[in-house]
């Protein structure tokens, strides 16, 4: 099995920065593709980017394509979310999410899932 744990999460203004770390729990996380979800209050869990097992691919929501990356570190069995530019509307609980099959925006592609940390961004 996989065990991930996300880190990073906080109160920001807008136009913000924060970084998310998801850490895995063994070298098997290094061939999984690995995506960050995001949850706010009322609405349902959403794809927000991702990258594939090897980094040479990666995939964003419309909603932050060109302020949100996706990176990775095998190495360190951590996946990245650099978020930029950030806005009230990104306010979140923010999951990230392993698959053993290609990059894919789908949830119930992902097997295994964080227990989410929230992101609050103030106006």
């Known amino acids: 099995q996989v065990q991930l744990v996300e880190s990073g999460g906080g109160l920001v203004q807008a136009g913000g920065s924060l970084r998310l770390s998801c850490v895995g729990s063994?070298?098997?996380?290094?061939?999984?593709?690995m995506a960050w979800f995001r949850q706010a209050p009322g609405k349902e869990r959403e794809f927000v980017g991702g990258?594939?097992?090897?980094?040479?691919?990666?995939s964003y929501a419309d909603s932050v394509k060109g302020r949100f990356t996706s990176s990775r570190d095998n190495a360190k069995n951590t996946a990245y979310l650099h978020m930029n530019s950030l806005k009230p509307e990104d306010t979140a609980v923010y999951y990230c999410?392993?698959?053993?099959?290609?990059?894919?925006?789908?949830?119930?592609?992902?097997?295994?899932w964080g227990q989410g940390t929230q992101v609050t961004v103030s106006s």
């Open positions: 990258i594939s097992w090897s980094g040479g691919r990666t």
């Open positions: 999410a392993a698959s053993s099959r290609l990059l894919s925006n789908i949830k119930r592609e992902y097997a295994y």
């Open positions: 063994g070298r098997t996380v290094s061939s999984y593709a």
